[in-house]
């Protein structure tokens, strides 16, 4: 074993990572090393064959591997070290990495590390979808893969599972390839996506069925159909030769839970402050292990936007800063980011918090400290809806105990 060491290591190559290493690049940091453990950078949009990827942040509409593809060599053209082939097995404290791959196994001492390893779909078995288990049931992921990466058709005439943003991509692969979805199956009164969204099954001749429950997948070899209840009725039969189960993300936190830095069992992935830093302070995160989940852009953006907090964290360690827990405190409320408050008024913390809601509802969203009410507005969304909420109101003078985050009023 060798150890080896550098200023920076993000452990991995997808939209978040890339766009952080070059802008640490562009701002002056030396010795930038991103770890992936796939063959080739870029993340989940290289598998995505679709528009709309870039237009915010390159100002180009590209498909998604000409996205990934752009970032990879933004990233080489900053000088940045991209390993890929490179596996992360162990976090230590501290910033030491272990590190796995094709010549061995090694450590790396970073002073700095920046976790980015991104989101995964909910599996089958995490959708207690019940049923027999034949073969053609696939997320969106791996269904890309095997369109864009591998020219495979696995199927013809496939339900997908979801309404969330993913799931209308999934369509958009399925008709790159020829196939032709029979239906979306949705558990909720609605379709997730936002309004805009709405039309576009029905344009692709894709019916939506709601309030699905009880959904069963059957067939011996391969699906032959998918069953499920929408009401007090019988039960409802498509036949389809695939299932797509898109959606539900959750942060690709196994290192996390195998370390000592503390995750919050809210989002899936690690607790941080309002400057990114986790429990270990040599440990930052960024992107959609945050929380789950964003688009690409809001990662990008993201990123690029905690460079400038990571290098000044390298310049002048903020240190062992008393902290105090933002908590989301109503049912209502399924997550905050970020989930404690460095009590510090230095500069170049994020500027909102983030949130998501368990359920439709509207009331005043409320932040209370020693049973004081620090700040509050009015608020309306839906779950997967992104909610965002001041920082600097909490960040006062003489804030010394946690704070509660209520909705107030609502329904």
Not at 140 to 164: D, W, Y
């Amino acid at each position: 074993m060798t150890d080896q060491t550098c200023t920076i290591a993000i452990v991995g190559g997808g939209t978040s990572g890339l766009a952080l290493a070059t802008e640490l690049r562009r701002l002056g940091a030396d010795n930038v090393v991103v770890l992936e453990r796939e063959e080739n950078a870029g993340g989940v949009p290289r598998h995505c064959g679709h528009y709309p990827f870039g237009v915010r942040e390159l100002k180009r509409v590209l498909k998604g591997p000409d996205y990934a593809a752009a970032l990879v060599r933004q990233a080489h053209a900053a000088g940045v070290d991209i390993r890929t082939g490179t596996t992360v097995t162990a976090l230590h404290p501290g910033g030491r990495l272990s590190l796995s791959t094709a010549d061995g196994a090694n450590d790396l001492q970073a002073e700095r590390v920046v976790l980015a390893t991104g989101i995964r779909e909910s599996s089958r078995a995490q959708r207690f979808l019940g049923g027999q288990r034949p073969l053609g049931v696939v997320s969106t992921g791996a269904l890309q893969s095997m369109v864009f990466l591998h020219g495979k058709r696995p199927f013809r005439r496939p339900v997908i599972l979801g309404t969330e943003l993913v799931s209308f991509s999934a369509i958009m692969t399925c008709r790159h390839m020829g196939i032709r979805p029979v239906a979306m199956i949705e558990e909720n009164d609605r379709i997730t996506v936002r309004q805009i969204m709405r039309p576009y099954p029905a344009l692709r001749g894709v019916p939506v069925h709601f309030n699905a429950r009880d959904l069963r997948i059957h067939g011996d070899k391969t699906v032959r159909a998918v069953s499920f209840l929408t009401g007090p009725g019988p039960r409802r039969t498509i036949d389809a030769d695939g299932v797509i189960v898109s959606g539900r993300f959750r942060p690709e936190a196994a290192l996390l839970h195998a370390s000592h830095i503390q995750v919050d069992p809210a989002t899936g992935g690690p607790v941080i402050d309002q400057y990114g830093r986790c429990s270990d302070p040599s440990y930052f995160s960024t992107g959609n292990l945050l929380r789950p989940v964003e688009t690409s852009s809001w990662c990008w953006h993201e990123a690029v936007a905690a460079a400038p907090r990571i290098l000044a964290d390298l310049a002048a360690p903020l240190g062992d800063v008393g902290m105090v827990a933002l908590r989301a405190a109503d049912p209502a409320l399924r997550y905050v980011v970020p989930q404690r408050l460095a009590l510090t008024d230095r500069p170049g913390a994020m500027d909102a918090m983030q949130l998501r809601l368990t359920r439709p509802a509207s009331g005043h969203l409320t932040a209370m400290s020693g049973g004081k009410t620090l700040w509050g507005d009015f608020i309306e969304s839906r779950p997967e809806r992104r909610i965002l909420a001041p920082l600097a109101p909490l960040l006062k003078p003489g804030l010394n105990d946690d704070v509660d985050l209520h909705l107030l009023g609502g329904r």
